[in-house]
């Protein structure tokens, strides 16, 4: 059974810092793997896709890399900005069920 | 362009009433359809899947259904509401285990 694992489950930095968030899957046999965002109460906005052939994908501040045989995705931000205040999660397409499981997302607390 | 619309945006059913929740998607032809919950503090917890009409996948037993009467509308069902069903429901779409999934704007669903 696929687990999708993400930690720390909440991180607090000042502005301007990197990040590198980290996510963990325990079954390589995936499509692809996304990362995701969720303010308070909303749906998930897609952020990354990273498909099972690639390394990395990149857009704007945000670049997520894929480690298959590893079982390994990090998302880096860029000088982070109270705006990217949010819940961020990853989660992977499982090969043969298309099923999307995720992790249970890391809080990110982003102080000016 | 392709939308998903979900509704209601909250509900508050009294325990022991019926429940639909609606989702459809606009703009694709045979999407692959998710239900998730999402209870506080926890992560999204898959509840249906949906790769075509007639096929539907139950992750875990509960007191919950789903039906995909038509190829762009998913349908989460429940005859009996327990206090345990309330949380936030969401509802995804993706064209396919290779593409991007999309989230609606959830339903906040209050059991009392």
């Known amino acids: 059974k696929q687990e999708v694992t993400q930690i720390p489950a909440a991180l607090s930095v000042p502005e301007g810092e990197n990040l590198v968030l980290n996510c963990s899957f325990t079954?390589?046999?995936?499509?692809?793997l996304q990362w995701f965002r969720q303010d308070p109460g909303k749906g998930l906005t897609s952020l990354l896709l990273?498909?099972?052939?690639?390394r990395e994908q990149t857009s704007g501040r945000l670049n997520a890399s894929l480690d298959k045989s590893s079982g390994r995705s990090t998302l880096y931000i860029a000088a982070s900005q109270p705006g990217d205040s949010a819940t961020y999660l990853c989660?992977?397409?499982?090969?043969?069920?298309?099923?999307?499981?995720f992790g249970k997302g890391m809080k990110l607390t982003v102080n000016p | 362009s392709q939308t998903i619309h979900q509704w209601p945006a909250t509900l508050v059913q009294p325990v022991g009433s019926p429940l639909s929740l609606e989702c459809t998607v606009e703009?694709?032809?045979?999407?692959?359809l998710y239900w998730y919950r999402q209870a506080a503090g926890r992560g999204l917890q898959l509840l249906f899947y949906?790769?075509?009409?007639?096929?539907i996948s139950s992750e875990v037993p509960q007191n919950l259904s789903a039906s995909r009467p038509q190829d762009r509308q998913f349908i989460l069902s429940s005859k009996k509401l327990l206090l345990s069903d309330s949380g936030f429901y969401l509802c995804?779409?993706?064209?396919?285990?290779?593409?991007?999934?999309?989230f609606g704007q959830g339903t906040r669903l209050t059991v009392v």
């Open positions: 995804a779409w993706s064209s396919g285990p290779n593409t991007e999934a999309f």
């Open positions: 079954d390589s046999a995936i499509y692809n």
């Open positions: 990273i498909q099972s052939s690639q």
């Open positions: 989660a992977v397409v499982q090969g043969g069920s298309e099923k999307l499981v």
């Open positions: 703009g694709t032809s045979n999407p692959n």
């Open positions: 949906s790769v075509g009409i007639g096929q």
